[in-house]
């Protein structure tokens, strides 16, 4: 596990985000750079903590679709990320 995200990432595991800490975007700060690194080219998936655990378990794949959902609310070694 690492302290921040950063191009070796592969996924960002987006946990509960307490909005007084992080503010109006419910983005922490793990998360907005996943985001930049994304929009850079890098293949960060952001995932939930359930689909963490399907990956554990090996129901989900690194060649799995991105699941990222459209609205973009979540995006693409493994960075926990509870507000911080």
Not at 34 to 51: F, K, N, R
Not at 72 to 83: H, I
Request: charged share 25%.
């Amino acid at each position: 596990m690492m302290t921040g995200a950063n191009s070796r990432t592969d996924y960002l595991v987006a946990g509960t985000i307490d909005l007084r800490r992080v503010g109006e975007t419910g983005l922490s700060s793990k998360h907005r750079k996943a985001l930049d690194l994304v929009t850079g080219g890098s293949q960060i998936q952001i995932i939930d903590e359930d689909q963490f655990v399907c990956l554990l378990a090996g129901t989900i794949t690194h060649d799995s679709p991105d699941p990222t959902p459209e609205d973009g609310n979540r995006r693409p070694t493994t960075t926990r990320d509870q507000a911080g």
